[in-house]
């Protein structure tokens, strides 16, 4: 069966340091990967989405950004972290098919402080 | 690319039966339409997908009229666990899956 890992579960950085949130897929091939982000309270917000290997499509203009190094990999990085990036940050993947269906991670809640 | 609306909030009592309704008026052809389940601090959860007509499984039933746009997630005999924030999402005809606000169902004893 497929079972995706995001980690880590919590993180709290100061403004301006650097973030790195990685997220796998185990037991499928070639998902289609996302990155979602909630704010305290509302509701989810596409941030990127692949599908394929070094292929990333970004959705909100911001100082994130993805990489998909390898197929079943999704990676979440900022060079600085601003007070507003806090938030539940989750990871997805889905089969890619015209019937999509999302299969979601635990989750990260990043704190910037 | 389809924007769904739902209401904010409800409020129901265990035991009673509990409409949410989603509406999206742009649908595409080829969009399914799928509801969602999220608890606090917890990424969403598949409840049940449909295309057209009705859809039933174990915890829900999913009622959507012909010309599509909009679509009724049915959750009967709810309980305080069921209290969470409820998705519509439309997609499948692109990649790029967008949810709207979502509804925060409030079960009361």
């Known amino acids: 069966s497929q079972t995706i890992h995001q980690w880590p579960a919590t993180l709290v950085q100061p403004v301006g340091s650097p973030l790195s949130l990685e997220c796998t897929v185990e037991g499928t091939s070639n998902p289609n990967l996302y990155w979602y982000r909630q704010a305290a309270g509302r509701g989810l917000q596409l941030l990127f989405y692949s599908v394929g290997i070094g292929q990333i499509s970004s959705e909100v203009p911001q100082n994130l950004s993805a990489s998909r190094p390898q197929d079943r990999q999704f990676i979440l990085s900022s060079k600085k972290l601003l007070l507003s990036d806090s938030g539940f940050y989750l990871c997805?993947?889905?089969?890619?098919?015209?019937?999509?269906?999302?299969?979601f991670g635990s989750g990260t809640q990043l704190s910037v402080l | 690319l389809a924007k769904t609306t739902q209401p904010i909030s409800m409020d129901s009592y265990e035991g009673q039966e509990v409409n949410i309704t989603c509406s999206h008026n742009?649908?595409?052809?080829?969009?399914?339409i799928t509801w969602y389940q999220q608890f606090p601090s917890q990424g969403p959860r598949f409840i049940i997908q449909g295309y057209k007509t009705k859809v039933t499984n174990e915890v829900a039933s999913l009622f959507i009229p012909a010309d599509r746009k909009s679509s009724t997630l049915s959750l009967p005999r709810v309980s305080l666990s069921d209290t969470a924030v409820y998705y519509c999402l439309i997609g499948g005809a692109t990649n790029k899956l967008i949810f709207g606000t979502g509804t925060l169902l409030a079960v009361q004893p």
């Open positions: 742009n649908i595409a052809t080829n969009d399914y």
């Open positions: 997805a993947w889905s089969l890619g098919r015209v019937e999509e269906k999302l299969f």
